[in-house]
DNA sequence: CGCCCATTTGAAAATAATCAATGGAAGTGG
DNA sequence: CCACTTCCATTGATTATTTTCAAATGGGCG
């Protein structure tokens, strides 16, 4: 049937995509291995991959899209830790149950591996190992570079340090930014409305450039890193 | 001579101390074998371990006391990233170089590993690659759960965690805080002068009780849980 | 075309930072 | 051993940044 016929072209093209990106990202080439114990998904907006809590027995890797990785607060407060781009890993800090939600930010293709098969694959290739552990030594200092920016820096000084992580991921001026300011509030630990004023400012001041809502061209690269300067 | 003696009781009251507080945290049982490969090292207060952009060929254990990583930001704002206590091992999400620097908050006790010989005896005992791995995971945890903190918190809240989080680790009511104020404004993203107002308001709640500036005991554990109702 | 929802913008309120001064404990040196 | 010094903690007053509350704008989708 031409349905699946159009799904194989889809998967065959996530494949390509998702394997250029690899590449695009420097991950070890280990990986690529791994993608054999894969299955091709994709969700639509808002879905969820996983939820909080859930028993941890898959990993993902994005291919296209933008996942959001959210955890609840008691009182509804909502904080996103964080946002997963084409050719991230999802999943390799679960222990038993899953940490945090999992959900789709846009329309996404993603890779769903059953933890099983990659850890047999682990054992197996050792080179597969070592890139796991590669990539989960690198989420920590993500992890810690994000602490130093919601500790100690200013509203404007996070958002400038987010334009520029999502511009240095895509390589271009052009940054694309799927996700509402509510969710780039929640993962800067701002609200929406901080968040709008900062993207006003800079807007006012020629640093940005907005397309739409979701696109902004970065005009005076050097200004931003001026408003980031830290570490 | 008498100087060799008491340094190896030393270093066997070390070991022993270290293995009863392995025990006591959960860590993994393989990790004890790799103590073999370490040496038992002292410190004393405020030298470092290391410095952040060091050539990271070196993993530690802390013993007895309390190291604390920073980072130090352009202008001159220090961010704190962990208090590492008895039981933690430092350095495992190093690359070539150290992410930050490795300070003793006391005099301590530590023990220190050859990178090299870990990763040697990873390869030959999978037991011990399981636990730097489970280690790993627990770290990532910690560090998802430290940026909802500092990104959704408020100053009572998170000085509520944080008394809450020691207290849980040494599983009494009477808390050692071996570092300054600074120490753990840096810490919590905050100024010195609001964590001491944050303990003043508590002691006048009679939530806690200040034995001294560095110990205090949890009086009304309930209401500091309130405090800090969070996830 | 019109509705709905996200964003933008404005004004007021709150939280924490900064500035400033005092108090106290630990360590130093005579 | 005591006095002195220094550093850290506490407390108070003021300022600044961000949040909160509220209203208006605008773009996308049915």
């Not at 027995?57 to 830790?81: N, P, Q, S, T």
């Not at 290739?125 to 602490?147: H, I």
Request: with cysteine; hydrophobic share 45%; glycine share 8%.
């Amino acid at each position: 049937m031409s349905a699946d016929i159009a799904l194989q072209n889809e998967i065959f093209a996530a494949r390509r995509l998702h394997a250029s990106l690899t590449f695009r990202t420097g991950a070890p080439d280990g990986i690529a291995v791994i993608d054999r114990v894969g299955t091709v998904v994709t969700l639509k907006h808002d879905e969820a991959l996983f939820r909080e809590g859930d028993p941890a027995d898959r990993y993902f890797k994005v291919v296209r899209g933008a996942v959001r990785g959210c955890k609840l607060l008691a009182d509804g407060r909502r904080h996103i830790g964080d946002f997963f781009l084409p050719g991230d890993f999802i999943g390799l800090d679960a222990a038993e149950t899953y940490g945090f939600s999992a959900e789709a930010v846009s329309d996404i293709t993603i890779i769903r591996y059953a933890r099983r098969k990659v850890e047999a694959l682990a054992w197996q290739e050792p080179r597969v190992a070592k890139s796991l552990v590669k990539m989960m030594r690198e989420d920590l200092c993500a992890a810690r570079e994000r602490m130093t920016l919601l500790g100690h820096l200013t509203a404007m000084e996070r958002i400038a340090s987010f334009l520029l992580t999502m511009a240095d991921r895509t390589g271009d001026t052009r940054v694309s930014l799927p996700m509402t300011r509510t969710d780039i509030g929640d993962y800067l630990g701002l609200t929406m409305e901080t968040v709008s004023r900062a993207f006003s400012r800079l807007k006012g001041d020629g640093v940005i450039e907005q397309k739409s809502v979701h696109e902004v061209v970065i005009v005076d690269r050097d200004a931003l890193e001026e408003l980031a300067e830290v570490a």
